[in-house]
């Protein structure tokens, strides 16, 4: 079946620094979706990609859908306390079903 | 806003018991879901459904069942609970699993989740 794989499992970083998370997935995918999660809280949608090559932009999340619509990735400018979580990736397969990564888990260290 | 609620946020049962864990949304949504999230894992989909009475196996079925009564209502059974099913539940809707009208048209929303025991 469907695999995505999402690294790094963790990441520690200084508040100011940036921050990325990959998504790979073992298939094409129709689309691709991220989500947060804060500690003790459940996910919550960020964002949806759909077209190959897609880039968007949320204040400091710059979030990118590669060109063989296989991966994708999260990246926050200057991090801040507030973006502490665990942020998913969640592929989107021809067959409509949706398949979460594993996850990241960001802690940002003032 | 969307609101999806769950039964309980945390649950402790015995090995052997039958554990019933509901789900319900205030928004309409067609299509609701029942996750569970262990560390590392990520979110691994049990069961879903599309419509009333409708339910479609995920990725994880074995040792679940669910029902679908009423739009709104979507309840996760473990017929006998083990403690490898200790773990957080987490329910979800969508308004729709294909493309539609705007970008986030099959957004899921999350419950906020019950953390099941079995002891």
């Known amino acids: 079946g469907q695999q995505v794989m999402q690294i790094p499992q963790y990441q520690h970083v200084q508040e100011g620094e940036d921050f990325t998370t990959y998504c790979n997935s073992s298939t094409t995918l129709s689309n691709i979706q991220w989500y947060k999660q804060r500690p003790g809280g459940h996910p919550v949608f960020l964002i949806q990609?759909?077209?190959?090559?897609e880039v968007k932009k949320q204040k400091r999340l710059t979030f990118q859908f590669g060109e063989a619509k296989k991966n994708s990735s999260l990246h926050i400018t200057a991090t801040q306390t507030t973006d502490v979580g665990t942020y998913f990736c969640a592929g989107r397969n021809a067959g409509n079903m949706l398949t979460f990564g594993g996850g990241t888990r960001l802690m940002v260290k003032p | 806003d969307v609101k999806v609620t769950q039964s309980s946020r945390y649950l402790v049962k015995r090995t052997g018991e039958k554990v019933f864990l509901e789900c319900v949304q205030d928004m309409d949504h067609e299509n609701m879901f029942w996750y569970r999230q262990d560390p590392g894992l990520g979110l691994r989909l049990i069961y879903f459904s599309y419509d009333v009475k409708m339910k479609e196996k995920g990725d994880i079925p074995e040792g679940y069942s669910v029902s679908r009564e009423k739009k709104e209502r979507f309840s996760l059974i473990l017929e006998s609970a083990s403690t490898n099913q200790t773990s957080m539940y987490l329910c979800?809707?969508?308004?729709?699993?294909?493309?539609?009208?705007?970008?986030?048209?099959?957004?899921?929303?999350f419950g906020p989740g019950t953390r099941l025991t079995v002891l």
């Open positions: 979800a809707s969508s308004l729709s699993t294909s493309g539609g009208p705007g970008p986030n048209y099959n957004e899921q929303f």
């Open positions: 990609l759909v077209k190959s090559g």
